[in-house]
């Protein structure tokens, strides 16, 4: 197995490139460790600069290109398929360097992520269509083509002819005459024929259940195996919905009603979080993360799922506290904000870099208990003594399939196969930092995943090989809203549909005497 450095990468680093792990990095789509870099991916305008340049000494002003929202919607797709981009970061990438008003930058986020959740759908209809098979056409057109379906089908106030027509002109000038033909012929054909997209209802559960909601069907029916056919449907539906915006408030510098106040009077609307005392949910009021509140360090941009990590860590003031996997930062910042910035926290990550990030965070939010650290995850029993943490927050790196909504990529990159190497390395990990606790300390094991292979099966396959630990029972830490999540082994499983939040497994435990 090729184990990515354990800092980590896997679940978290597609999410620091977005993946749904926590941390409130602005110029993330989402949410890979965890995730807080939640300001959704239906927001368009949310990423979009649309100033122009200046141009060094003379301040000239440069204009950037002109481009269409599908020509960019098409060309980010392309990348995606073709080279393997993160679709977050090229749609960010490309939004900042071309000229787009706020509402084409929004259909062009729709049109990315929204072609990239129903992808299978879309070619499962394409397919009746395309006389020679979507296979075969070049990466461009089969973009070009998904983008159009999924305006027809799943769109309802764009005009059918609109879609056409800018769909035809865009063939013509990336292509030549005979494509924009083909894609004329294949859309209007799909107009004609509206009867024939739907999923026929004979379908085996799984294959229905991923052809209606566009999830690989390996992962249904693993899914099926796992949580039964009715909790498959739910998790896959969800999965397809937009993602809130959800935000933390640093209660070192204020308290939860009082921003919501402040946030009211400018016109948000915003409710609190039923899950974390410390969450604020965004219902309308712009891209968080460009706000004064954001930049002054009064909150972070963190999924509410994500915020339940430090509620179960619990750290008091005082105490001496590892995370061994800190990158960006989020649960870092949110352990120092609970400890009221009193102890010292120790944020490990692989990755220099990453580093940068944990640091950067506790200078916005006004935080100096954070010692950010690099270097690997497995030799950190190596570098600290036996027992010298009074709390542990292993965030372990995973499969990442508890942030779809935020990552559709990862519908169609991740396999059965990234889930048994991931669970090698979480085993490792768990092993390698357990005698790093206190007898008597607490240590918190969590992953953006809703697979039981990386979440309650890892934990009872840890307490049938360490006597030294045992679970610490859901209900003496658990929310009241948890209540009907718990899984086995002490920890919260958190699926996609049950708060409208991102999926999340996490267990707490206690080390007893030797």
């Known amino acids: 197995m090729t184990t990515p450095k354990s ?3 896997s679940g978290k680093e597609r999410q620091a490139a977005g993946n749904g792990n926590a941390g409130n990095n602005p110029n993330r789509h989402q949410s890979g460790k965890g995730s807080s870099g939640n300001q959704g991916r239906r927001t368009g305008n949310s990423k979009v600069s649309t100033s122009t340049a200046k141009v060094s000494q003379n301040h000239a002003r440069v204009q950037k290109p002109k481009t269409s929202a599908r020509a960019l919607a098409v060309k980010v797709l392309s990348a995606v398929e073709q ?5 977050n970061l090229e749609l960010n990438r490309r939004l900042q360097e071309t000229e787009l008003s706020s509402a084409d930058a929004g259909l062009a986020t729709e049109l990315v992520y929204g072609t990239i959740a129903r992808q299978n759908t879309l070619d499962y209809y394409l397919e009746r269509f395309v006389a020679k098979g979507t296979a075969k056409l070049q990466p461009w057109v089969r973009s070009l083509l998904r983008i159009s379906a999924y305006q027809l089908i799943y769109l309802d106030r764009i005009p059918e002819h609109a879609v056409v027509s800018e769909a035809v002109n865009l063939a013509k000038k990336l292509g030549h ?3 924009s033909g083909m894609v004329n012929g294949v859309l209007r054909n799909m107009i004609r024929n509206k009867e024939q997209l739907h999923i026929p209802s004979h379908l085996p559960a799984a294959e229905r259940i991923s052809l209606e909601h566009s999830h690989p069907l390996w992962m249904v029916e693993r899914w099926i195996a796992q949580y039964g056919e009715e909790t498959t449907e739910a998790i896959c539906r969800a999965n397809n919905e937009p993602p809130a915006v959800s935000v933390r408030v640093n209660t070192t510098m204020t308290t939860r009603n009082k921003l919501m106040e402040e946030m009211a009077d400018t016109g948000a609307v915003v ?9 604020i949910l965004v219902r309308s009021g712009g891209n968080m993360a460009l706000t004064s509140w954001y930049r002054d360090g009064f909150f972070s941009v963190q999924d509410e799922s994500s915020m339940l990590v430090a509620e179960a860590v619990a750290p008091e003031e005082g105490q001496h506290v590892l995370d061994c996997c800190a990158a960006p930062g989020g649960k870092t910042a949110h352990m120092a904000e609970k400890m ?3 102890g010292h926290i120790v944020a490990n990550d692989v990755h220099v870099h990453k580093r940068d990030l944990i640091l950067d965070q506790a200078e916005r939010l006004g935080l100096s208990c954070i010692d950010a650290v690099t270097g690997d995850a497995l030799d950190l029993n190596k570098r600290y003594e036996e027992s010298s943490f009074d709390r542990i927050l292993l965030d372990a790196p995973c499969s990442g399939l508890g942030v779809i909504r935020r990552k559709p990529d990862v519908k169609w990159t991740k396999s059965a196969s990234d889930i048994e190497d991931i669970s090698s390395l979480q085993r490792e990990l768990l092993d390698g930092v357990a005698p790093l606790l206190k007898p008597g300390g607490i240590l918190v094991y969590s992953t953006c995943t809703i697979e039981a292979a990386e979440n309650e099966g890892m934990i009872a396959d840890f307490l049938s090989r360490h006597p030294e630990y045992q679970a610490i029972e859901t209900s003496t830490w658990s929310q009241p809203e948890t209540e009907n999540w718990k899984a086995a082994n002490g920890g919260v499983q958190i699926l996609p549909q049950y708060a409208h939040s991102d ?6 435990l206690t080390r007893i005497a030797d």
């Open 7 to 9: 800092g980590h990468s």
């Open 340 to 342: 009221r910035d009193r």
């Open 177 to 179: 005459q005979g494509i």
């Open 503 to 508: 999926g999340f497994y996490i267990a707490r």
């Open 271 to 279: 409710e609190a979080s039923l899950l974390s005392p410390d969450g």
């Open 83 to 87: 080279d393997g981009a993160y679709s």
